[in-house]
């Protein structure tokens, strides 16, 4: 490794423990950070030798590759099936906020009332909600085969209720947003392979996944 990579790689390995520490808060400690750690550790190698100063902040860029890394290193390993389910849904959150990109501010001009930003928040919150709720039902299919100890059979079973809900919703959904969905949450398929199939980048596949999401969020809320 070139010394410029060496020093990127001293730099990132903060943020690599950082990002460890949050996710396997977020797991409920399900997974040891020290694992996490390990998953993420190839993703810092590989930034350090790609990252572009140009494109993006080297901790935003970071941040964001070993995240990934460490979602797609649990759902590999079979010892940790039991936090597939919550992994998921905690994927699929962060590519839907990813997903809204810039665009996240484009309703900067809306007036500024109360009632507007009642509703932006409403929204925002049922599509964080909604991707969510995908990733557990993309995930009950592996997970119900080795429960979790800590959920009630009750949990479970309202688990599999809702992983029926949101593929019924999912089937619903516009021809491409529902093979994107489908393919990268159901069948397992890499994002970047869906969107070089559809002949798509994939900022604008994430943007797809985005509408997806908020259109599932509306349907989630009026069936409820």
Do not use: N
């Not at 550790?41 to 100063?53: E, F, G, K, N, S």
């Amino acid at each position: 490794m070139r010394a410029p990579e060496d020093r990127l790689v001293a730099e990132g390995i903060h943020l690599l423990a950082l990002v460890a520490k949050r996710i396997a808060r977020r797991l409920g400690r399900r997974i040891p950070v020290e694992d996490l750690v390990a998953l993420g550790h190839p993703a810092l190698i590989d930034v350090a030798r790609t990252y572009d100063p140009s494109r993006s902040t080297f901790e935003a860029y970071a941040k964001r590759k070993i995240r990934w890394a460490i979602f797609d290193g649990i759902r590999r390993e079979t010892r940790w099936r039991s936090a597939a389910a919550r992994a998921s849904a905690l994927a699929a959150s962060a590519r839907f906020a990813e997903g809204r990109g810039p665009d996240a501010d484009a309703d900067a001009d809306a007036p500024a009332t109360q009632e507007a930003y009642a509703a932006r928040l409403s929204g925002l919150l049922a599509g964080h909600a909604a991707a969510m709720a995908l990733g557990l039902a993309s995930a009950h299919g592996d997970v119900a085969a080795v429960p979790d100890a800590a959920d009630s059979p009750e949990e479970c079973a309202s688990r599999a209720q809702l992983a029926q809900v949101v593929r019924d919703a999912v089937s619903e959904l516009p021809e491409r947003e529902r093979a994107l969905v489908e393919r990268h949450y159901f069948d397992g398929e890499r994002f970047d392979q869906i969107a070089q199939d559809l002949g798509i980048s994939k900022s604008w596949a994430s943007r797809l996944h985005g509408q997806a999401i908020e259109r599932l969020g509306e349907r989630l809320r009026a069936a409820r």
